[in-house]
């Protein structure tokens, strides 16, 4: 057990005011579920697609999308 990240999360949750997020949090650890268990089969291959297609630098980013989407609305 690393002791270390246990005392870096006591600090960040005494830090943190965001009440939703330490509620999601809290549902996190008491649950103890991965978030990718529930995904769907075809979930899961859409995102090891794309974490394939960004490992082979098949993307653009987020400002050419946005240059793009502007043309886009002008027409």
Known sequence: ???A???EL???VDKCDNE???EEAKVLLQDGKDWWDELTD???NLIMESEAQYGKGDFI???EL???FEEWKKK
């Open 1 to 3: 057990m690393n002791i």
């Open 5 to 7: 990240i246990k005392k």
């Open 10 to 12: 006591h600090q960040l």
């Open 20 to 22: 939703m997020l330490l």
């Open 42 to 44: 075809e979930d899961k």
């Open 61 to 63: 980013s987020h400002e």
């Open 66 to 68: 946005m240059k793009r």
